[in-house]
């Protein structure tokens, strides 16, 4: 495997995704532990099937990685329509220009370097390619400031994530540029406004994010998997 970063287009790049993600969540986070594979040292589900996968690859080996659930692939089920509740924002935009940010994880030795602006340039690179206009995720307490930082915003009470534990629900609005220059957020290094001129859903999804409703998680009939529910903040 060559060094760099990229969306996965092989086997071999992917199995290094689901391993580094083992190490992160599994032995050291103790998230997802009924996911990992104890025996491939692997963490991966069926989502992954059907994800996108970026990864940095160094020295034969992945040292950070994330994975983009695109509305254009059909992956979104009704178990991550009520877990992001994407039928609050589906009458705003179209399904096709959504796509969700998970798993998201860096190996130790890069924590604090530009590793984590570099998945996101690249995450940045699939979502103007696929003219997206929404981005949404779960983040960590401890991480909030890093994203808002990069212009994304809270729109909703913190969750007991399935798995994972307390994590707060934050968007970014792609087209909303003015927002990441005025915050001087490192995004908007990546890209000027015109690279955004397909956005024509931003006024509709600030004005809905500015005012959200605070909706109560509840899982979804037929739906095998734990969905997150709210906690106090």
């Known amino acids: 495997m060559d060094n760099g970063i990229r969306v996965a287009t092989s086997a071999e790049e992917c199995r290094a995704a689901f391993r580094l993600r083992y190490r992160c969540y599994v032995l050291m986070m103790r998230c997802f532990v009924e996911h990992g594979n104890a025996v491939s040292q692997e963490l991966q589900d069926d989502y992954d099937r059907m994800a996108r996968i970026v990864v940095a690859i ?16 059909g992956v979104f089920d009704e178990h991550l329509r009520v877990l992001y509740r994407l039928n609050r924002f589906v009458p705003h935009v179209p399904i096709t220009r959504v796509c969700v940010v998970e798993r998201l994880v860096v190996d130790g030795r890069y924590r604090g370097s530009q590793l984590l602006l570099r998945l996101f340039k690249k995450t940045l690179a699939f979502v103007l390619a696929h003219e997206i206009e929404l981005l949404l995720m779960h983040v960590a307490p401890a991480q909030l400031k890093t994203y808002r930082r990069l212009g994304c915003v809270v729109i909703g009470r913190p969750l007991q994530y399935p798995g994972m534990g307390r994590v707060i629900p934050m968007a970014l609005i792609v087209g909303d540029y003015r927002h990441r ?6 995004l908007a290094l990546l890209a000027d406004a015109e690279a955004f001129g ?7 999804l600030q004005a809905l994010l500015q005012s959200p409703r605070q909706l109560r998680y509840r899982s979804p009939r037929h739906c095998s998997m734990p969905v997150a529910v709210e906690v106090s903040a």
């Open 181 to 186: 220059q005025r915050i001087a957020s490192p």
């Open 58 to 73: 160094e020295q034969q080996q992945a040292i950070g990685t994330l994975r983009l659930l695109w509305g254009g692939d």
């Open 198 to 204: 397909y956005c024509q859903h931003t006024q509709r």
